[in-house]
């Protein structure tokens, strides 16, 4: 077989051509990064467990019409994914105090806020990923304003989606980031999902002790990641608990 032209690597995933044109290969990494790097470990599992939560929630947003990148998973590491033009932002939506909007504005951590709310921030590591304003996004023409409605229209729907399917599951939503690409049809394109959800990019409290089971378990030395994202998957019905019997044999086995 031959050897994969790699396109991009992250701190989480890396980018494969794709078999055919217009496609890409996502390949989900064990590495945990917090900080901006600057702490890191290697966390046996974590990729596998990414990949099906992510598969799980995106295949769930195409069911009820939310553009994603995704169309289908490859393996237990893998997805295949449509290649696009990648808006070089980071959209995140808050629904509860916490992280950062907790510091900068001296909120209390889990104060429910009165309705959520949309940031942007640039996407550039080496920048530490500051947060910009929609002037600057437009000023700097990282995107439209026709791209920004947009954007503010499908994070609001994955807000709806998610805080339902999580709350389904005893989950609550706080917040989560995603990335929005341009997927080009000749020269036309339309602004779908893109990268991953995750525990990674989700910051998800259980419903009623408020035990984080996300990674600021990782960030606040507060357990195994390992542990936390398989609860998450348990929940969600993508992995049994152990005992659980699976085509007739017992173990913590995922599904397909």
Known sequence: MARRRMVYEGKAKILYEGPEPGTLIQYFKDDATAGNGAKKDVVEGKGVLNNRISEH???GLNAIGVPTHFIRRLNM???LV???EMIPLEIVVRNVAAGSL???LGIE???PLPRPIIEFYLKDDALGDPMVTEEHII???WAAQQDIDDIISLALRVNDFMSGMMMGVGIRLI???IEIGRHWEGDFHRLVVADEISPDSCRLWDAKSGDKLDKDVFR???GSIADTYSEVAQRLGIMPRPGERTEGKRGPKLVH
Do not use: I
Request: aromatic share 8%; glycine share 4%; hydrophobic share 35%.
């Open 77 to 79: 590491r893998e997805q």
């Open 175 to 177: 917040d989560f980031k």
């Open 57 to 59: 929630v995106m295949t």
């Open 109 to 111: 951590e889990g104060t």
């Open 102 to 104: 907790s510091t900068r």
């Open 220 to 222: 606040r030395d507060l």
């Open 82 to 84: 449509r290649a696009v």
């Open 139 to 141: 000023a700097f023409n």
